[in-house]
């Protein structure tokens, strides 16, 4: 089953356009989706330390078969499905690797607003009271 499921990520890897980004021109992309400027170091931050601002990044987990995906690495457990939308942010999983990142922050908001912060490990671990990017050599 694993096997096959990667296989067909990898195949909408080779269909989807995927990028990824310069810390500024992400800056300057979030802000245009609706971030809050004063946000914009700890979005940077999460997504430099979860995904190296690649929007085709899928990581996985070997003992619970929970896949994370996208900018946000957002969990097909809980807030994106394979094939559908569903689960949380009623998105399909596929959506969140595209170079249109309007999905993806459109559900990593709703995750932050329910859960805060505090929702990605990584955030706690590499952002949380930590000297956080500067952003605002790119404006």
Not at 45 to 56: H, K, M, N, P, Y
Not at 130 to 136: E, I, S, T
Request: glycine content about 8%.
């Amino acid at each position: 089953m694993k096997a096959v499921l990667l296989l067909c990520l990898v195949a909408l890897l080779g269909v989807s356009e995927a990028r990824v980004f310069t810390r500024c021109e992400l800056a300057r992309e979030l802000l245009w989706q609706g971030i809050p400027r004063g946000d914009l170091p700890n979005w940077i931050c999460l997504i430099e330390t979860v995904s190296g601002r690649d929007t085709a990044a899928i990581t996985g987990s070997d003992f619970d078969g929970v896949y994370y995906y996208g900018l946000f690495q957002i969990s097909d457990r809980y807030w994106c499905m394979h094939g559908e939308p569903g689960h949380g942010c009623s998105v399909k999983c596929e959506d969140l690797l595209s170079d249109d990142i309007t999905a993806s922050v459109k559900c990593a908001l709703l995750i932050k607003n329910q859960q805060g912060w505090n929702s990605w490990y990584l955030w706690r671990n590499q952002c949380k009271g930590q000297k956080l990017p500067n952003v605002d050599v790119c404006f």
